[in-house]
């Protein structure tokens, strides 16, 4: 089960990875969104997980707001619109990245740490690679969580706006709209480079 200290010991530099795929929307803990859950690929049988997505040579996150409204002009010609909500999409996508993050399965420990010996990562912050990808798109047909680590939260309020920049500061709940993916390179004997392309919409 994730924690605290868990999320931490994941980041590989002082930000966490900008994007993490969740079963759940996980707990607010010390004002910080830590998934509820085992990481992908960990040791256990739990059919819920979190993905963590890996930042290399990732492409820039291309936000979409979306109103939905219902807007119609009066008979005296002004305009008048009834907001309904605000919804976003989102798509990202990847060069050349590793097919697989590790060339084996990670054992993380409590505490986030890996413990398993001769491992070797692919990913430049062990995030997840393209199988682990296309693994959790063939697996969610349905809507999951997406946390997000970005410069999004303003709150004047906030004693400390700019320390939530080290944490997940939205969780949106999506669905996968797209899923592309090419094989660019057959790579070294235990992994390939691929190129990939997620779109994604709020539910």
């Given amino acids: 089960m994730a924690t605290e200290q868990y999320m931490s010991n994941r980041i590989k530099y002082s930000r966490p990875q ?33 993905l963590i997505l890996s930042d290399h ?28 909500a605000d919804k976003k999409a989102l798509s990202v996508s990847w060069q050349s990245l590793p097919s697989r993050a590790f060339n084996k399965d990670p054992l993380f420990n409590s505490s986030g740490v890996e413990t398993a010996s001769d491992l070797l990562e692919y990913t430049v912050d062990g995030g997840a690679g393209g199988v682990e990808l296309l693994d959790w798109y063939e697996n969610h047909t349905g809507t999951f969580y997406v946390f997000l680590s970005y410069d999004y939260a303003y709150d004047k309020a906030n004693a400390s706006p700019y320390g939530q920049l080290k944490q997940y500061n939205e969780v949106l709940e999506m669905y996968i709209a797209d899923f592309q993916y090419s094989v660019q390179k057959r790579g070294q004997t235990n992994h390939d480079l691929w190129d990939i392309t997620i779109s994604l919409e709020q539910a």
Wanted: glycine letters at 6%; zero cysteines.
């Fill in 18 to 50: 900008a994007i993490l795929f969740s079963d759940n929307p996980g707990s607010l803990v010390n004002g910080k969104y830590i998934p509820d859950l085992n990481e992908y690929g960990s040791s256990s049988n739990t059919n819920e997980q979190f």
């Fill in 57 to 84: 040579n990732r492409a820039p996150i291309d936000f979409a707001p979306q109103r939905i409204e219902n807007r119609q002009r009066m008979i005296n010609g002004r305009m008048r619109s009834y907001h309904v």
